[in-house]
């Protein structure tokens, strides 16, 4: 009785394991871009600091299809992502190479706002 106990919990458990994969995969590349976005800016290279930011839009698309009933039902989660959205700014804006710092860091706020509130 003790193995099959063993053997239903283990398959549970990578059961529950897969289904939130996507969400961390998507997480850690968001992680992923916006440190280089941020090198970027640090850099002064705004060619880099673009293409990060069109990438980090493009994972945001993401995270809100890694959670959709988040976004459907919670309110206060559709304020965090709208507040990101706002952060990355209007696709076709073009970045003045003076403000990336700024840009940066408001990004990583609205990202830091939404882990303390959800993590």
């Known amino acids: 009785m003790l193995v099959f ?7 549970v458990t ?10 961390r995969s998507v997480m850690t590349l968001a992680q992923f871009h916006l440190n280089r976005l941020e090198a970027a800016a640090q850099a002064g290279q ?7 930011r069109a990438r980090l ?5 993401e995270l809100q299809q890694a959670f959709p ?3 459907e039902q919670d309110a206060e989660f559709r ?22 710092g700024v840009e940066a860091k408001g990004i990583r706020d609205a990202c ?8």
Do not use: M, P
């Open 79 to 100: 304020k965090r992502a709208e507040a990101l959205r706002s952060a990355l700014g209007a696709t076709n804006a073009a970045t003045n190479c003076a403000s990336a």
């Open 14 to 23: 990578r059961y529950v394991q897969r289904q939130h994969q996507h969400t």
């Open 69 to 71: 009933l988040s976004l």
């Open 57 to 61: 839009r493009r994972v945001l698309d």
């Open 5 to 11: 106990g063993v053997v239903i919990g283990n398959g």
């Open 112 to 119: 830091d706002d939404c882990h303390r509130e959800y993590r």
């Open 46 to 52: 705004c060619t880099g600091f673009e293409l990060e």
